[in-house]
């Protein structure tokens, strides 16, 4: 008698486990659901900057809200001063305002909205001064990112003037593109 005891006992157990799924939860496993993506504002540059040149980058300043979007010269002789159009992504970008940088010194920049998505932007040293010579911050270029999206920046009517008020020949331009993450 304990032996068929023994055998329903074993039967019931088995019984239970198959109706239970065998105690794994059966049904397919499920993946995580992934965090959502970080906010954030990414520049990618065009290229990278050669000797004469002057190319975009991100500055310190830039948040998951603002861009810093800065000018900067990488080993120019006597540059006084810049002039340009920009054109940017305005469905993701809002021009805010434009400052000089360090290779501006006591000089001034304008930067104005010719029609949505262009800036005419200047930049030059003041007085009789000479040009920066190295690598640095010419101007900063603020935007603020109100939407998700992606674009390009492109330069257009670009010219970098000496301290005798010489263009500067050879010099190189690179843009870049931007991502905005919401």
């Known amino acids: 008698m304990r032996g068929r005891r023994g055998v329903i006992l074993l039967a019931a157990l088995a019984l239970a486990l198959t109706a239970c799924g065998g105690g794994g939860g ?27 040149s002057l190319y975009l980058a991100s500055g310190s300043a830039t948040t998951a809200t603002t861009l810093s979007l800065e000018l900067r010269a990488n080993q120019v002789t006597d540059l006084y001063g810049v002039a340009f159009d ?22 001034a920049v304008q930067a104005v909205a010719s029609t949505p998505g262009t800036l005419i932007v200047g930049g030059t040293h003041l007085g009789a001064t000479p040009g920066a010579n190295g690598s640095g911050v010419v101007m900063t270029l603020e935007f603020s990112a109100p939407a998700a999206g992606s674009g390009s920046f492109a330069f257009a009517r670009n010219s970098a003037l000496n301290s005798t008020g010489a263009t500067i020949s050879g010099m190189t331009w690179l843009a870049g593109s931007v991502t905005v993450t919401k």
């Open 26 to 52: 059966g049904g397919t496993p499920t993946e995580p659901t992934p965090p959502p993506p970080v906010a954030g504002i990414v520049l990618t540059p065009q290229g990278t900057p050669g000797v004469n």
């Open 86 to 107: 920009l054109t940017y992504p305005t469905a993701q970008l809002q021009f805010v305002r434009a400052t000089a940088g360090p290779l501006l010194s006591n000089g």
